[in-house]
């Protein structure tokens, strides 16, 4: 798996320029994760943020959400590109399908999604916008304001405890790798 043939898929299949920034803000926080967590598949978790959108502009959100997953998955088929590892975390990302978590990794999916689009909206509500002016303890009291970003699921980003790790230590990490990029995020 070449992680430069899987930017030449989000490029061929996602034009929302909005979901192809949040696919390498997720990337990153997978990276992160991995490094923590299963060190020798940072690869592997990286291109599954990166690829877990990958039929945003596929599948018809309003009128079937249980699409989303399953048809990233036929078009990676389709490319010869991934594995059952990746193709069960881009589907377990959306309970929506009926699939289920199972894996360590699937499990980082579902909460590093979330967490990238929560960072996003309080950093466009500091002063300058700016990712490197965000503060871990903004995120953590923001979390807790549940009129704030009140789309962004909360219990998803809370599950990553399920992997050992506090929530305010998945918030700075997850803050940290979207800094790391802030250019090509746009943040
Ligand atoms: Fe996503």
């Known amino acids: 798996m070449d992680r430069r043939k899987a930017v030449a898929m989000l490029n061929k299949y996602v034009t929302t320029p909005h979901i192809i920034t949040h696919s390498y803000a997720v990337e990153n926080v997978m990276r992160a994760l991995a490094r923590k967590l299963e060190p020798d598949s940072e690869d592997l978790w990286g291109m599954a943020g990166l690829l877990h959108d990958l039929d945003n ?4 959100w309003q009128t079937d959400m ?3 997953g399953p048809k ?3 078009v990676l088929k389709e490319e010869g590109f991934g594995n059952e590892a990746m193709y069960s975390a881009i589907c ?6 009926g699939s ?3 894996s360590i990794m699937d499990r980082a999916l579902y909460a590093a999604d979330p967490i990238t689009g929560f960072i996003r ?9 700016k990712i490197k002016s965000v503060k871990v303890k903004s995120i953590i009291k923001r979390m807790k304001d549940t009129r704030f970003a009140a789309g962004a699921n909360r219990q998803a980003m809370k599950s990553i405890n399920h992997l050992g790790i506090e929530f305010s230590e998945f918030a700075e990490l997850s803050l940290n790798a979207m ?3 802030a250019n090509e995020i746009g943040l």
């Open 72 to 74: 990233a998955i036929e």
């Open 57 to 60: 502009d596929l599948v018809d």
């Open 100 to 102: 289920k978590i199972e």
């Open 92 to 97: 377990a990302h959306n309970p929506a399908n």
């Open 179 to 181: 800094v790391e990029i």
């Open 121 to 129: 909206a309080i950093t466009l509500v500091y002063p300058d916008q």
């Open 66 to 68: 249980s699409l989303h």
